[in-house]
């Protein structure tokens, strides 16, 4: 079985505030721009809840591209949340770190699931090394430079 890894990082308090606009970005219909933004704001103010429980992880791997998860992703994750069902986690199974989608069932028990049909669903038994690391609540994308396949 082969698993996607992810490298768990400490997450250093930002002293980086960016510019806020005032009116929302519309991905609708152009509106126009305000003349001004508002106050700064910080990522970590929208990223992290828990500071004390909140780690970066680096994607590796395709199983989660169908989610639009893609490899080099960072995943910001909160040890402090509680996982439910189909939540995005990082799990350590069998000493790896893996970010799957939580699937709880009271027939099928525990399974992890990728979002690309070429990888199987994970069953956790009894005799699996398993638990869940934590749950992930925002991921940082580089679009810019990423070779994706958009038809537009």
Same mark, same amino acid.
């Given at each position: ?6 490298? #768990? ?17 519309? %991905? ?5 721009? !305000? ?10 103010? @929208? ?26 992703? #960072?995943?910001? #994750? !909160? ?19 893996? %970010? ?42 580089? @679009? ?9």
């Amino acid at each position: 079985m082969k698993l996607a890894n992810i490298q #768990i990082f400490k997450v250093l308090k930002s002293v980086t505030e960016l510019p806020l606009f005032l009116s929302t970005i519309q %991905a609708g219909f152009p509106s126009p721009a !305000d003349d001004y933004l508002e106050d700064a704001i910080s990522l970590d103010d @929208i990223c992290i809840s828990n500071p004390a429980s909140t780690f970066l992880g680096r994607v590796k791997g395709q199983s989660l591209k169908d989610i639009c998860v893609y490899e080099g992703d #960072i995943v910001v #994750i !909160d040890k402090s949340l509680e996982p439910e069902h189909r939540d995005l986690v990082v799990c350590a199974i069998d000493g790896e770190f893996n %970010a799957k989608i939580l699937h709880l069932d009271d027939l099928q028990g525990i399974r992890l699931l990728s979002a690309n049909p070429g990888f199987q669903p994970i069953v956790i038994n009894e005799l699996t090394d398993f638990r869940v690391w934590g749950v992930v609540t925002y991921i940082i994308q580089n @679009i810019k430079n990423r070779s994706h396949d958009w038809n537009y």
